[in-house]
């Protein structure tokens, strides 16, 4: 059998599955018309939006995955192991009238940090414009919740068989505080975490007060008093 990498084995466990590469749900006239495109040459049977703001091509024969990838271009990123999976972002202020931060800004200058990163598991991020949370920022590893103060930060949040609600780690945060911290909480799982390990479970080992001590204590715009 060949051997395939940077797609996702279907259930058939014959077929795989190519996740398009659109950060925070965001396409073009172009983008759509060329995943059409591909869907139609290789007769793709399944073409599904997920909850990560991502479309799954899926049912595709080993031997059309390289193609498929060749041809999506930009749009099809091979998954290559544990890494942040998506980036995902509401309107926040480009439309929304809710929306009091830039929810798709910050979540591309997040993007640009981390992506190519590895980390002991995956890593899902939402980040959501105000406080009505869009984009499941309490159940994200890294969740980010904008406020007329700034950034709210949490971290360790899961959804699944074992959901767990995010620690929030600290509050009105400029960008560029957003930013810095969303790395800083990264690397620190990505030293201490083990291996398939994702934070809601790191978290739930280590505690708050080991994050506090460890990591908090040495970043200046943390108030632990808040934490």
């Known amino acids: 059998m060949k051997k395939v990498t ?3 084995l279907q259930r058939d ?3 795989y599955g190519i996740m398009t590469h659109t950060p925070s749900g965001i396409v073009t006239p172009e983008d759509l018309e060329r995943i059409a495109a591909v869907g139609r040459r290789f007769h793709i049977p399944i073409m599904k939006i997920t909850s990560g703001q991502r479309m799954i091509l899926a049912g595709i024969p080993a031997d059309n995955v390289d193609s498929v990838m060749k041809e999506l271009g930009t749009l099809g990123r091979p998954d290559l192991g544990p890494g942040v999976k998506f980036v995902q972002a509401c309107l926040g202020i480009e439309s929304c009238k809710w929306g009091s931060q ?6 591309a200058k997040i993007e640009a940090c981390v992506q190519d990163k590895k980390f002991p598991a995956k890593v899902k991020i939402g980040v959501s ?3 009505r949370c869009c984009s499941e920022s309490h159940l994200r590893d890294i969740g980010l919740i904008g406020t007329t ?3 709210i930060v949490l ?3 899961n959804g699944g068989k074992k959901p767990r609600f995010a620690d929030p780690i600290a509050y009105g945060l400029s960008d560029s505080e957003a930013c810095d911290l969303v790395g800083r909480l990264l690397e620190f799982y990505q030293k201490n975490g083990e291996t398939q390990e994702r934070t809601a479970r790191f978290m739930e080992r280590i505690g708050i007060d080991t994050l506090k001590s460890e990591l908090l204590s040495m970043i200046p715009y943390i108030h632990l008093d808040k934490v």
């Open 149 to 151: 103060r700034g950034w």
């Open 155 to 157: 971290f360790g949040g």
């Open 13 to 15: 466990g014959k077929t």
């Open 102 to 107: 830039d929810s798709i800004g910050l979540a």
């Open 129 to 131: 414009g105000c406080q």
């Open 6 to 8: 940077g797609a996702i």
